[in-house]
């Protein structure tokens, strides 16, 4: 176990314009897990390589516990990868697959059988260990190469994609098991997915990337509820948040556009002091709207009306579209919503769950948690 420390670490490539990684701080706490997410190619294997000693860092230091290991090599790091392609050596059994790194390092033959024995009974694998590897499944494969990693006990574990070779239904068995695997082994962890949903259930802090750049660090539920800018609030939550272009209206204190009025909160004052008469983002998330309906309509407000596009019932709920004036806003409603394609439609949200970015920065314009604040500043906004 190990506190990870990056600091403002940059990764220029030869002959790459910019940065593939840009300004990178961040420090773990001991035996934190932490997810690194973003749309492809925005840095996240490049940190861990960087982290791994894989890729040299161009500027920045890193340190793990309290050893900065600029120019010590991978194999001195005392870190285990698990990468998303995680060949295994398929001319030895699991067993073996899994003793390999220890016998390198020549470690004695009881303390190997033991160290492998002791991770084949946390992975559930005891049963397996004499097959060789074609005769695995997916997701077997898939804990034998957790099983690799954990024998060597590491400071670190660095985890890219470990689990996109799976499908569906055993990427949501393994990543319950990759969480609970943490728990029992408590070693600091870095976890790359470009899957919001992996991020939000397994991170306890999330790094949301960008073009290289941090966007913003922060737990689960303070990125969903206090994301810093419209690249976080669009990238955090499925289906995706709704943003609508609003013109601040001082006299009615309200926020309007087309097909659609909604009252300014008490805590929406401040944010718009300066923006009275100008045009911001209100961003509403699809789960914070409902149907207005002839038994709730007399005490809705907030309204957004439009025609329905869209209709898709997932069991559960129903997600729908509809189109107000220039936007299509995305409602995710109850399940026996009984609303056809064509349909005039009146949607309520919440003005309490609404979010505010300004119209030119995209940044947000309520309040963010400390850690939110201390990224925003340099975060790149979405417009290009
Ligand atoms: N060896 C390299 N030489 C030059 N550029 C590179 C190299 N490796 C990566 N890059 C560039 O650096 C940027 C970040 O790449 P990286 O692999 O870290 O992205 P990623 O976030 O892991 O993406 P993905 O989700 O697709 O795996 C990309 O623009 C990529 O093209
Ligand atoms: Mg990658």
Redesign the pocket.
């Given at each position: 176990m190990a506190i990870v420390q990056l600091k403002d670490i940059c990764k220029q490539?030869d002959g790459?314009e910019a940065n593939?990684v840009d300004h990178f701080d961040l420090t773990t706490r001991d035996g934190e897990f932490v997810v690194l997410v973003?749309p492809?190619?925005?840095?996240?294997?490049?940190t861990m390589r960087m982290i791994a000693g894989l890729e040299e860092i161009s500027k920045g230091e890193l340190w793990i516990g309290d050893r900065n290991v600029d120019g010590i090599p991978a194999k001195d790091r005392d870190i285990a990868m698990v990468f998303q392609s995680y060949a295994l050596y398929p001319h030895m059994s699991v067993r073996e697959n899994m003793a390999f790194s220890l016998k390198l390092k020549k470690r004695p033959k009881a303390e190997i059988t033991k160290a492998v024995n002791d991770a084949a009974e946390i992975l559930g694998i005891q049963n397996l260990l004499d097959r060789k590897p074609k005769a695995l499944s997916g997701g077997q494969r898939q804990r034998v190469a957790l099983g690799r990693a954990i024998v060597r006990q590491p400071q670190v574990f660095l985890m890219d994609e470990p689990l996109s070779n799976l499908d569906a239904k055993m990427r949501v068995e393994m990543r319950a098991e990759i969480v609970k695997l943490h728990r029992k082994l408590g070693v600091t962890t870095f976890y790359?997915t470009?899957d919001q949903v992996e991020a939000m259930t397994m991170g306890q802090r999330i790094v949301v990337m960008r073009d290289g750049y941090i966007q913003q660090i922060d737990a689960p539920n303070a990125l969903y509820e206090r994301p810093v800018n419209m690249f976080v609030a669009g990238f955090i939550g499925t289906p995706s948040m709704n943003f609508l272009k609003a013109r601040v209206d001082d006299a009615s204190q309200r926020l309007i556009g087309e097909g659609f009025s909604i009252a300014m909160e008490k805590a929406h004052e401040t944010a718009l002091a300066n923006h009275l008469g100008r045009e911001v983002w209100a961003g509403v998330r699809p789960e914070h709207l409902d149907l207005v309906t002839d038994a709730n309509a007399g005490t809705t407000d907030n309204q957004l009306t439009g025609t329905v596009e869209v209709i898709e019932p997932l069991g559960a709920v129903t997600i729908v579209q509809v189109r107000v004036g220039e936007h299509i806003v995305t409602a995710e409603l109850d399940s026996h919503t009984s609303l056809a394609m064509g349909d005039p439609a009146a949607l309520t949200c919440d003005s309490h769950k609404l979010h505010l970015f300004d119209a030119a920065s995209e940044k947000t314009l309520l309040e963010t948690s400390d850690s939110g604040k201390r990224t925003t500043g340099d975060a790149k906004t979405t417009t290009a």
């Open positions: 490539f790459g593939a973003g492809s190619g925005c840095g996240k294997t490049t790359v470009h």
